[in-house]
Structure formats: structure tokens, C-alpha cells
């Protein structure tokens, strides 16, 4: 698909490079000026084609939204704190973190749904549990709470009608600072794939 | 620049055809400004209270020894890194230090992206299209005579020209690639379909951003659901003719309404902020021929008397 894309982008430019203007143009400026800019051009699309953005970071590729969505339903992570006075707020990783708004939920989603289907490695389960902990220990300092229990929940939500299909609980964090081993609990179906 | 085919032909002028240094610096400006609010007001430093495991190193971050890997996710590292932005995007506004300033704040810049993906799934959002616009701004400045930068001025200047043509470019082959790849990944099915009404529904429900929730409106009135499927349609079109913003007005035009009005409507629906991405479409308005207005107007003021000279220095 990638090939296709780089053809109609290639009959863009071409197109582009033929007119009048862009012509003119190129005739009255530097070979060196207009090579760097070529250059600095190619890398961009070199990064788009290759699509191995993580290692080509910042050229990356750029398919964003592009593809047929025909999920019927899809999940969201609810994350709740439980304090000590009884009270129940919704912990929103977002507002501590406000530079990962665009990156953070997909991830964490991702990870929860791993959490919940037991597909953790022994690290990354270890990795899940003091990211919850470092979570729940901002939110009680932000807030001023002091918290008892941090619970993670996975909602699935129909995708076309947006009512709630499944509420799952995912694990229980012993929230408080001084606790060292945080896991109160884990979903039923943990360990079991 | 004016050759006779602009001038029989105005709706095909070549925007930034006659770019001087001074709109370089003008863009550099506007660009390095637009990080230092960012940052100014992003705690970039509370990443630190995240595990570093659950970070995966990204770009040149992958190449550096751990321990600077590790020095860079600390509290101190972070706030290093938002101050340097600071202090760089102040530098660029100096003559004397805007060179050296916007080349540190470049990568510094870099730094902070990597350290923003790192702990993200979504690697090709938001601030990576203006981040390239600032290195080839930042990249063509040192093609340029250094006292043509530290003290621009509004003569036309081929380099300034070739590097304001390619931040456009940069910013035009972006959308261009989106749009492409839209067309070509979903196809039709992608307008047809109910693929819009879904992003909605699971943008709605991403409340950790922003609270509202309109995947009620797109479901209860078909109308608005068959105007968002013809916008999509729309944006793309507009995204793949983007390049042509360069040579045709009415492009620019239709790119500089559309565009906006997308990256608005993709906040309230889809909860996708690409505030960065939109005020680069500055790009798309030529302020050379302002620039030198105003310095010529500032040559009158000085002098008392009328300006015959354009080439006037604008500090």
C-alpha cells in the first residue's frame, strides 16, 4: 500500500515541480539551497515509507485515522481511588501527566487489556503495579487525600451505540505509601491464558 | 521574486518567492514563541514520578548511554530540558544568540518529543509536523550570512526563499501524507461506512482529556453523522492539494479555512488537540511584503522624509 501511496505522491510533486511558477522559481535560486531542501524533503518521505517510526523518530510515518474502523465495541480504563473517609474519585491520568494527553491513554489501555487477559510477562506485571502505585501516591499528594485502595477497571463500550456492554475489575492496589507489596488483588481471569 | 508568468497570472504566485531574511527570522520567531508557551506551562518534570521501565526509549534517545537516558527522565533532567526551551525561544528573539539559541532548542526540542513518546503509544501526533517546520527554519539559518540573521533584513534573499518553501513543504507533504494514506487504507468504505461515528463514540468516551461527549448528537441525527462522512471526504481532498497552497491563492485560501475549522471540529469530536499543527499554518500567509512595508514605514518615521529605499534593516 505504501508503494501506491509514494506513486500518487510522486504525480503530486511532479505535477507540482512542472508548473510555471515552482519553475521560474528553481532557475533563480542555488543548486546547494534547493539540494539541502530536497534533502531535508526526501528524509521526510524516506521516514513516512519505512515506518519504522520509534527508530526514525522524529521522521515518522504519518497514517493517522486512515484505516476502516468496524469494531463493534472498544474499552476504556476507568481508575478509581478509594480513601480512607469512605469517599470514591475517579483518577484521571491525564491531569497529572498533562504532556502524554495524546499518547498516554492508548498505552495504558494496551496494558490494562494485557493485565486483564493475563498476558504480562513476570516484568512487565511489576512495571503495571508501580505504575498504578506512582499513579494513585500523585493523585493523593495533588488532592490532598490519603488513600486506601486504587482499583482499575476495564469498560468495554459498543462502538456505534456507546452503552456500557461490560464493566470488569482488573486489579486492587493497596494505595497506601508506606505498603510494599501494593497487589490487593487481580481479575479472575489473570493467570489463566 | 516577480517573473513575468506571476504577473500575467496572479492567482499562480509563488508564496514565499520573494522571502527575505527578515521573514525567516519572522517565522523563527513565531515558532520558537509558540514552544515557549508550551512549555511554560507544561509540567513536563511530573514524568518523572512514572517508572522509567514503562517508558521505551524512542529516536536518538535509543542511541544514548543509560546513564544520561536515565539522567534525562529525572526531575532535574526534565526541568533541564523545559528550561533550556525557555531560555533558548528567549535567545532566538536576540540578534547575538538566536543562531546558537534555535539550534540548541531544535534538539532540546527533540528531547523533550522522545521523552513525550516514550511513554506513549501515539508516535506521529500533534507538535511532530511544527518540531521539522523549526529544524528546517532552524537548519537554513546557518545557509544564510550570520549578519543576515542576527540583524535581518527585508531584501529578497533566494536562501530565505528556498527555506520558507520548504517549511511549507514540510508542512503541506504532512497532510498530503495523511490524506493519501486515508484514501488508500480505508477507501470509500472509510466514507461510507460507520467508521466516523465510531471514532466519535470512542473519542466521546476518552474524558481523561477533555468531559464532552457528542457521540449522542452523531447517533440520534443522521444528518449530522452524513455531514461529518462528507467533511472527512472534504479534508482529505484538501489535504492531498495541500502542496498546491504554494503556487495557487485559491488553495492557500481553501487550505487556510479548512484546516482550522478540521483541527477545531477533531477537538470537540475526536478530543484530538493539534493546536501546534494548526497555528503552523502561518506558514501559508506571505508576511514579506508586510514586513517590508512596516520597515519601510519605520525608515520614513526615522528620517522624516518619504522612503525610496526598501532595503532597510529590521533589527
Same mark, same amino acid.
Given at each position: ?193 | ?98 543562531? &546558537? !539559541?534555535?539550534?540548541?532548542?531544535? /534538539? #532540546? =526540542? ?7 513518546? +516514550? ?127 504554494? &503556487? !495557487?491563492?485559491?488553495?492557500?485560501? /481553501? #487550505? =487556510? ?7 477545531? +471540529? ?50
Amino acid at each position: 500500500m505504501i508503494l501506491i501511496q509514494l506513486i500518487i505522491l510522486a504525480a503530486l510533486l511532479g505535477w507540482l515541480l512542472w508548473t510555471r511558477p515552482i519553475r521560474s522559481w528553481i532557475c533563480s535560486c542555488e543548486r546547494k539551497d534547493l539540494l539541502f531542501g530536497a534533502a531535508i524533503l526526501g528524509a521526510l518521505v524516506l521516514g513516512h515509507a519505512l515506518d519504522f517510526s520509534r527508530a526514525t523518530f522524529p521522521l515518522v510515518n504519518w497514517s493517522m485515522y486512515t484505516e476502516v474502523n468496524a469494531e463493534d465495541d472498544f474499552q476504556v480504563v476507568n481508575v478509581i481511588c478509594h480513601s480512607d473517609d469512605g469517599q470514591q474519585k475517579s483518577l484521571n491520568p491525564i491531569e497529572l501527566y498533562p504532556s502524554l494527553c495524546h499518547c498516554f491513554p492508548a498505552r495504558f489501555t494496551a496494558l490494562v487489556k494485557a493485565a486483564d487477559e493475563g498476558k504480562l510477562t513476570e516484568n512487565d506485571t511489576r512495571i503495571y503495579d508501580r505504575l498504578i502505585q506512582s499513579m494513585s501516591t500523585q493523585y493523593a499528594a495533588r488532592h490532598g487525600m490519603s488513600l486506601k485502595t486504587t482499583r482499575v477497571e476495564l469498560v468495554k463500550i459498543d462502538s456505534l451505540s456507546g452503552a456500557t456492554i461490560e464493566r470488569k475489575l482488573v486489579s486492587v492496589h493497596d494505595a497506601r505509601p508506606a505498603s510494599k507489596n501494593s497487589v490487593v488483588s487481580r481479575s479472575a481471569t489473570h493467570g489463566n491464558h | 521574486m516577480n517573473t513575468n508568468d506571476q504577473r500575467q497570472l496572479p492567482e499562480f504566485q509563488l508564496l514565499h518567492g520573494d522571502a527575505s531574511s527578515a521573514a525567516l527570522v519572522f517565522y523563527l520567531k513565531f515558532f520558537f514563541t509558540m514552544w515557549l508557551i508550551r512549555y511554560l506551562f507544561d509540567p513536563l518534570q511530573t514524568l518523572s514520578n512514572l517508572p522509567l521501565e514503562y517508558a521505551g526509549p524512542v529516536g536518538p534517545l535509543q542511541w544514548m548511554p543509560v546513564a544520561w537516558y536515565e539522567a534525562i527522565h529525572s526531575f532535574t533532567g526534565l526541568m533541564m530540558l523545559r528550561a533550556g526551551i525557555v531560555v533558548c525561544a528567549v535567545g532566538v528573539w536576540f540578534g547575538r544568540t538566536r543562531m &546558537i !539559541s534555535a539550534m540548541i532548542g531544535c /534538539v #532540546v =526540542l527533540t528531547m523533550i518529543a522522545c521523552v513525550i513518546r +516514550g511513554f506513549g503509544g501515539q508516535i506521529n501526533h500533534a507538535e511532530i509536523g511544527p518540531l521539522l517546520v523549526t529544524w528546517v527554519l532552524t537548519l537554513f539559518c546557518f545557509r544564510l550570512p550570520q549578519d543576515k540573521i542576527s540583524v535581518p533584513t527585508t531584501q529578497e534573499h533566494p536562501t530565505a526563499s528556498v527555506a520558507l518553501i520548504t517549511a511549507t513543504m514540510v508542512l503541506a507533504l504532512v497532510y498530503a501524507f495523511v490524506g493519501i494514506a486515508r484514501l488508500t487504507n480505508g477507501g470509500v468504505e472509510l466514507f461510507l461506512g460507520d467508521t466516523i461515528q465510531r471514532h466519535v463514540t470512542r473519542g466521546s468516551y476518552s474524558d481523561w482529556v477533555l468531559p464532552q461527549n457528542f457521540s449522542n448528537w452523531v447517533r440520534d441525527y443522521p444528518a449530522i453523522a452524513w455531514q461529518l462522512k462528507i467533511g472527512t471526504l472534504l479534508v482529505t481532498l484538501v489535504e492531498i492539494a495541500a502542496p498546491f497552497a504554494l &503556487i !495557487s491563492k485559491r488553495v492557500r485560501y /481553501v #487550505v =487556510l479555512i479548512t484546516m482550522p475549522l478540521f483541527h477545531l +471540529g477533531a477537538i470537540l469530536m475526536f478530543k484530538v488537540i493539534f493546536v501546534e499543527q494548526m497555528l503552523s499554518l502561518i506558514l501559508l500567509i506571505n508576511v514579506s511584503p508586510w514586513l517590508a512595508a512596516r520597515a519601510r514605514q519605520n525608515a520614513t518615521k526615522r528620517s522624516q522624509k518619504p522612503a525610496a529605499d526598501p532595503l532597510v534593516q529590521t533589527g
